[in-house]
């Protein structure tokens, strides 16, 4: 029978509480490593939350040194072209609190943020955001108030940067099967393909 766990303390029976230096890592701005660590990131998670509870992450990428760090405790990148759900957006609306977590290619560790968010137009620093000639209309300013380094476990029992344990290109199922399997319908798969693959080529 499945016993489901309700409060912190019967959390605690399962698990020890950690070393004093792993409960108070935490700080409350950037300091210099991990603002290196962060220029020289080319991809983080951003989660969000609505004003009703759910939840939602969402894949940032572009070449490293594309988040700024404007200040020792703020951070700045720019909502590039998407699909326009606006799902990260409307939330920091709703609820401005966020988390980011920041990966270098080959890197275990990663840096973890969680602060505050709010959405800028028109900012001083959005010309140096462009890309490929194209200035973003906006960006997300992020205040931070828990910054810590995260350990390689999750990377290690994974695998993640070993090409060796990669499966097979046909193995996994193309962008487009996967669309055309969520949609229900009917179309050839090829459609939902040349739609994806027409977006991976214009990313900005």
């Known amino acids: 029978m499945t016993r489901t766990i309700g409060t912190a303390a019967e959390l605690r029976e399962h698990v020890k509480p950690p070393p004093r230096v792993i409960a ?14 962060i220029e020289l990131s ?11 509870g759910t939840c939602d992450v ?29 799902d990260s957006l409307e939330n920091i609306l709703q ?9 270098v290619p080959g890197m275990g560790e990663t840096v973890r943020v969680n ?16 890309m490929r000639g194209v200035t973003p209309r906006l960006a997300v300013e992020v205040r931070v108030e828990e910054l810590f380094l ?13 090409t060796s344990t990669w499966p097979e290109r046909g193995e996994v199922p193309s962008a487009g099967r996967i669309a055309r399997s969520q949609s229900g319908l009917r179309l050839p798969t090829a459609m939902f393909d040349a739609v994806l693959n027409r977006a991976g080529r214009d990313p900005y």
């Open 24 to 37: 108070e890592k935490g700080i409350d701005h950037i300091d210099a490593e991990s603002g290196r660590f």
């Open 42 to 52: 080319p991809f983080f998670l951003l989660a969000t939350s609505a004003e009703d």
């Open 58 to 86: 969402s894949p940032r990428g572009d070449p490293p040194g594309s988040v700024m760090v404007l200040d020792d405790r703020t951070l700045a990148f720019a909502d590039r072209k998407g699909n326009r759900r606006l």
């Open 95 to 103: 609820r401005p609190h966020v988390g980011m977590l920041f990966l």
């Open 115 to 130: 602060g505050r968010a709010r959405i800028v137009a028109e900012a001083p620093y959005l010309e140096r955001m462009a």
């Open 150 to 162: 995260h350990c390689s476990r999750a990377f290690v029992r994974s695998s993640l940067w070993d």
